[in-house]
């Protein structure tokens, strides 16, 4: 009788290891599920990432060739106002207004596509540019309507005119066209950003996961190995004992 | 053997306390680091927040500037026309005030548009820009949550290993003592 309760610490042992055994199985199993499925999620949204990159650097390159053909016709358009101003007549005001204007706006965006200068001086001219062709507008409209000289200056204002308009024109459609996709390359970044953080989440529930079955399989090794120690120690207390019985 | 064997145990308890206490910075690190996850996201969604806005900035402002643009593109081919026709009119010797008025409306109203396309411009811009620096504002705020999170996990990760470590100590002071009490049993 007397081994019975040895042998009972050891049923116990073994009981828990087995419970043991069941609660890793479990985990692991788990572990494996969520890791397929982050896995999953995670090449989902890295492609989904590159996808939107991929859009963002098209409509980048589409933006770029549209707003420098705005540019180049908002030059025309400057350089026709000029010219249809000089030959017009018209107060010498109103035509130096626009010719200050005039060359203020070309200046300043040629500085500004060939990096000539510094953005804020760039943006200064703008400023200014815009400034003296408000002016020379406004005057004109409130107080004065420049006088034609000649036949041969009316067809020059006419004609001066007509691509002045004709290139505002081209410049509108090209810069809506411009800062639509501008927006558009934006709106792809704020998705790439959008997947590339669904793309880290799903990678941090992967890590959590593996270093949870990490974690799962150290503590079933020091249960492993404790439950052997109550086993070995068990029999060694049941040797003793019978050898001790047998005198 | 008592006292012996009360070390022994002795050691076990404090070594059973250290892992406990190890138990508590775990789970302490565990709520810094989600915690800092949770900020880290919602940081990202600003983020992504700040660029959408700026996207839709960018739309009102393509469509203000496109058509203050083409208004000012008609104006001056209008204005050029009429003021064609009243310098025709002028060199013809009679006048044509229809036309004169239609230039200067039209033209001074194209330059006005032009002028309201530029400080449309600059509004805009400005928004667009504010939209733009809050937005790397968040984040670089975001990536600093990142890093938070990071460091602490790593921080739970060093507890974890050295409560397992502490584990193994006691799991080999348990089998010390056994094997000492099996001597003990057996020369007795």
């Known amino acids: 009788m007397s081994s019975v309760t040895p042998l ?7 009981q828990l290891e087995a419970l043991e055994e069941d609660r890793f199985g479990a985990e692991l199993k788990s572990g494996k599920s969520i890791v397929k499925v982050e896995t999953g999620e995670r090449t989902v ?49 109103i035509v130096a207004a626009t010719i200050a204007g005039g060359a203020l706006t070309v200046g300043a965006d040629v500085a500004k596509r060939e990096d000539l200068l510094d953005d804020d001086v760039c943006r200064g001219l703008e400023v200014a540019g815009a400034c003296a062709t408000l002016g020379a507008g ?21 004609v001066a005119g007509e691509v002045e308009g004709g290139s ?23 998705d790439a950003t959008s997947a590339s953080s669904s793309a880290d989440a799903a990678q941090t529930a992967i890590d959590d996961s593996i270093s949870r079955m990490q974690q799962s399989l150290r503590n079933r090794n020091l249960t492993a190995g404790t439950i052997a ?14 050898n001790g019985m047998r005198g | ?48 927040s700040e660029l959408r806005e700026k996207a839709s900035t960018m739309r009102r402002h393509a469509l203000v500037d496109g058509g203050l643009q083409l208004a000012s593109a008609a104006g001056t081919a209008t204005a050029a026309f009429a003021q064609y026709k009243a310098d025709v009119a002028k060199i013809a010797g009679c006048e044509n005030p229809t036309a004169v008025r239609n230039a200067t409306l039209c033209g001074g109203g194209a330059k006005l548009m032009d002028g309201g396309t530029k400080v449309s411009d600059l509004a805009f811009g400005s928004v667009e820009t504010d939209h733009e620096t809050a937005s790397l504002e968040w984040s670089h705020e975001a990536d600093a949550a990142k890093d938070r999170a990071e460091r602490a996990s790593r921080a739970a990760q060093r507890v974890e290993t050295e409560s397992d470590q502490k584990l193994g100590i006691v799991q080999e002071m348990l089998r010390s003592d056994a094997d000492l009490v099996h001597t003990l049993i057996t020369r007795s």
């Open chain 1, 8 to 14: 009972g610490g050891a049923s116990i042992a073994i």
């Open chain 2, 1 to 48: 053997m008592a006292t012996i064997h009360g070390a022994t145990s002795l050691a076990t308890e404090i070594a059973m306390l250290e892992v406990s206490a190890d138990d508590a910075s775990y789970t302490a690190e565990g709520k810094i680091r989600d915690a800092e996850r949770a900020a880290q996201r919602e940081l990202e969604r600003r983020q992504i």
């Open chain 1, 45 to 93: 949204r890295r492609e989904l990432e590159r996808e939107a990159l991929e859009k963002a650097r098209a409509e980048a390159e589409e933006s770029s060739f549209w707003n420098d053909v705005a540019s180049v016709a908002k030059d025309v358009a400057v350089v026709a106002s000029v010219a249809g101003a000089a030959f017009s007549g018209g107060s010498t005001l």
């Open chain 1, 168 to 190: 505002m024109l081209v410049a509108a459609g090209a810069g809506y066209q411009g800062s639509m996709a501008q927006s558009r390359e934006t709106d792809a970044q704020a």
């Open chain 1, 229 to 242: 120690v109550l086993q070995q120690s068990d029999a060694h207390l049941n040797d003793e004992l019978i």
């Open chain 1, 138 to 158: 406004g005057y004109q409209a409130l107080f004065e309507v420049a006088p034609a000289v000649s036949e041969t200056s009316a067809v020059v204002g006419l």
